[in-house]
């Protein structure tokens, strides 16, 4: 089993739609919870860290369940800005375990 | 500035080759990281460094070498390149006790 894992996608959404991405996580020792984007060709840069009680960054969301290892991501209307791969992360210690990533693409 | 950089940004060489990557952070962070992401787009770490001393070396092929001369700076040295070897390589950098990492851009290496 991944350490991380997430749903691939494709994801392919018009303007102005919610969009939803899960990810799971093996090790129960996880301390911390993030998502990265990444766009094509380009470094992963950290979107929003995740908290337990769930937190929201302008059209984002994100929340945690650390009793069933899952972490969420919300997008409301999204935007063509949003298109990228949305990396699930999580950290044990100083150690980055990263998911395979959720592709996201929003069309006109 | 930028924070964590990385070069060169593209590497093409010929199997067998040695080669090196440099990554430099000037965020004053204590640790430093070599990911390689490959054709998947899965990003895997291979080192870590936190103030010069390896705390992380995941499974790699010994032909893989980690040096830190300074906190600030990460190299990678590769010998004897394989077609396998072939991926994206990102330096990063994080403080401990706080969250995040910080990427560099990249180096693509392609080996032929």
């Known amino acids: 089993r991944k350490e991380v894992e997430q749903d691939p996608g494709p994801f392919n959404v018009p303007e102005g739609a919610t969009v939803a991405f899960n990810c799971t996580y093996s090790n129960s020792a996880s301390q911390s919870f993030f998502w990265y984007r990444q766009d094509c060709r380009k470094e992963p840069k950290l979107l929003m860290s995740v908290y337990s009680s769930g937190n929201e960054d302008g059209r984002f969301t994100a929340q945690l369940n650390r009793a069933s290892q899952y972490i969420s991501l919300l997008i409301r209307d999204s935007k063509l800005s949003d298109s990228a791969t949305y990396l699930c992360?999580?950290?044990?210690?100083?150690?980055?375990?990263f998911g395979a990533g959720t592709r996201l693409t929003v069309k006109p | 500035d930028t924070a964590v950089s990385q070069t060169p940004k593209y590497l093409v060489t010929q199997m067998g080759n040695d080669k090196s990557i440099k990554c430099e952070q000037n965020?004053?962070?204590?640790?430093m990281y070599w990911y390689k992401q490959d054709s998947k787009k899965f990003l895997k770490i291979m080192f870590s460094y936190n103030n010069k001393e390896l705390i992380i070396n995941e499974t790699v092929p010994n032909r893989f070498s980690p040096k830190s001369p300074d906190k600030a700076h990460l190299n990678l040295h590769i010998n004897s390149l394989e077609l396998g070897d072939s991926a994206v390589y990102f330096c990063a950098s994080s403080q401990s006790g706080l969250r995040e990492q910080y990427f560099g851009p990249g180096t693509r290496l392609t080996v032929t």
């Open positions: 965020l004053g962070h204590d640790t």
């Open positions: 992360v999580v950290k044990i210690g100083n150690d980055m375990r």
